[in-house]
């Protein structure tokens, strides 16, 4: 069974760090992009950033391009986010999600159940 | 940026069909996938690649993407099924998400 679960969540001033994971197992980590995906409180789901297999090649929502920093360790088979320079506005519950492929389309089979930064004074 | 447009709610009384609309810029070129997340939990897949059904959704959920709206169809809605639905596209590597439509059962 494939589980993805999220921890590193908790309350930060702004301008503080936090460096979140996320703990796959059920299969084969090494093979997977991996994405995070967070949503403030009553909002939507807001996509954050993704990395390649391999950690060679990572994208990042605008919104948090020079801050927000994602990375793998596949050994670990965890998921990570270092996140600097927090504002109130990365209040958010992060998910990670594992992209799967199918006939040429990706899409998000697996989300974690979520971990809650707060970012404030 | 490219946006995803959904309509903030949508009621449907028991028993009968519920339609959610997703709207975007030549939509038609792209697949679209549907997330389910009901208050306090993680999102759930319910559709891929447009019109395709995960194993263990029900066949009540369908899919289309047609003339620039991908649409999210739930017939015989039961109560179960209120939640809010997300639909997501790919634009240039990124993963877009609209902005969510809270479907409420009556």
Do not use: H, K, V
């Given at each position: 069974e494939v589980q993805l679960m999220e921890s590193g969540g908790g309350l930060v001033q702004p301008g503080g760090s936090l460096r979140l994971s996320c703990a796959a197992s059920?299969?084969?980590?090494?093979s997977y992009w991996m994405h995070w995906v967070r949503q403030a409180p009553g909002k939507g789901l807001v996509w954050v950033s993704r990395v390649n297999s391999d950690g060679s090649n990572t994208l990042y929502a605008d919104s948090v391009k020079g801050r927000l920093t994602i990375s793998r360790d596949n050994a670990k088979k965890t998921l990570y986010l270092q996140m600097n320079?927090?504002?109130?506005?990365?209040?958010a519950m992060y998910y990670c999600g594992r992209e799967t492929c199918t006939d040429g389309h990706c899409y998000f089979q697996h989300w974690g159940q979520g971990t809650l930064v707060t970012v404030s004074s | 940026s490219y946006e995803l447009t959904q309509p903030p709610s949508v009621s449907v009384s028991p028993g009968l069909t519920a339609s959610i609309s997703c709207s975007g810029d030549e939509l038609v070129d792209k697949f679209i996938s549907w997330y389910q997340q009901r208050p306090g939990q993680s999102p759930l897949l319910v559709?891929?690649?447009?019109?395709r059904r995960p194993s263990?959704?029900?066949?009540r959920f369908s899919g289309s993407n047609s003339g620039g709206t991908a649409t999210l169809t739930i017939s015989e809605?039961?109560?179960?099924?209120e939640a809010d639905y997300y639909c997501q596209a790919w634009d240039s590597g990124a993963v877009v998400f609209g902005g969510g439509t809270k479907l409420t059962v009556l």
């Open positions: 059920g299969f084969t980590f090494s320079s927090l504002r109130t506005e990365d209040t | 559709m891929y690649r447009n019109t263990g959704i029900p066949g809605t039961q109560a179960m099924d």
